[in-house]
């Protein structure tokens, strides 16, 4: 399974983005997908994740309200529209997928992707 996230790049506080994740291989077993972000000196931490027939989706309390997590189960793919970014939103995201959106949520998802990396500045 290959996860390829796209869409990031440089942004001014206050502006949005889209990220794209595409999934290729063995997509069958998968359902669920999300998001993790790092931010340099940090950890990895849930952004959102989602499921393609049950659970989720799931926001960390930074996203709630900001971010929406959407999916498309024919593309495969998963989608993240963030808006009204700050420069806190700096980090470089993945893509993840596993088996469900509890798991994906929790860390647990089988695949990742690359990643994409957010720049908030002005």
């Known amino acids: 399974v290959q996860l390829q996230a796209s869409g990031g790049g440089l942004v001014q506080p206050g502006g949005s983005l889209r990220l794209s994740c595409a999934a290729a291989g063995r997509t069958f077993s998968r359902t669920a997908m999300g998001w993790f972000r790092q931010a340099v000196g940090k950890g990895r931490e849930l952004v959102a994740a989602t499921a393609w027939h049950n659970g989720g989706p799931y926001y960390a309390d930074f996203a709630r309200g900001r971010f929406t997590i959407t999916r498309d189960q024919n593309k495969d793919a998963v989608y993240l529209q963030m808006n009204n970014l700050t420069p806190e939103d700096t980090a470089v995201y993945y893509c993840?997928?596993?088996?469900?959106?509890?798991?994906?949520?929790?860390?647990?998802?089988?695949?990742w992707g690359r990643g994409t990396l957010v720049t908030v500045s002005s």
């Open positions: 993840t997928s596993g088996d469900t959106a509890a798991n994906v949520r929790d860390g647990r998802g089988d695949s």
